[in-house]
C-alpha cells in the first residue's frame, strides 16, 4: 500500500523524494535517509516528528545503523533513477519510515545483496525495513517490487504487531 501525496492544489507544487539521481552516498547513520521528504514534512506539521524520529531509530533501524544491503539498494535507485528507468511515483509507503514510491516506466533490474531483481514497466519499487521483512518471512532483500494500491492510513512500525515498543 501506498499513500498518495497531497497536491494542495497549487500548480507549482513538486513532489519531493527520498533519493535522487544526484544524491550522495547514503550515510548509514542519517536516521532520514530512507523517509519521504513530503512525509517527514506531515509528522512535522503535526507535531508528531519527535515519534517518528524515535520510531525510525528504534523500530526501524532497531538502534544501530543501516545495513550494507539497505543502502546498497539506495544507491542501485539513484542508479536508476539516472539512467531514466524510474520515477516518482508521487506517493510514499504506509509505514515508517515511510520511504518514496518509485515507478518503473521501462523494464530493468537492480541487485542487491548479491541478487537480481526484475521489474517491468508499471512495476513499483519501494524500500522495506528490517521489521517488515521479518513480519513477513521476506527474504533479507530491501526491497518490494508489486503494483500498490493506495491507502489513507499511515502506521509507525512501533504501532505493528510484534514491534519492540522502542527498546
Known sequence: M???KA???TPQYISRTDTTADSRDPDPNDIWAF?????RETY???GKLKELEHDIRFEVMRGEAWQSEELEYKREIRRLLKEGAIVD???YWFTSPFPTVYR????GSLVVGGINYRFNAGDDIVFQCRMTRDM??????PLL????????KAQLCGQMGGAMKGM
Not at 518503473?104 to 523494464?107: H, L, P, S
Not at 513477513?136 to 532483500?141: K, P, Q, R, T, V
Open 104 to 107: 518503473a516506466v521501462q523494464e
Open 35 to 39: 523517509t519521504d521528504p513530503d512525509a
Open 2 to 4: 501506498n499513500i498518495l
Open 145 to 152: 517490487i508489486a503494483h500498490l494500491k493506495p491507502t489513507k
Open 44 to 46: 512535522e506539521e503535526r
Open 136 to 141: 513477513n518471512n521476506l527474504e533479507s532483500e
Open 89 to 91: 511515483k508521487g506517493s
Open 7 to 9: 497536491f494542495f492544489g
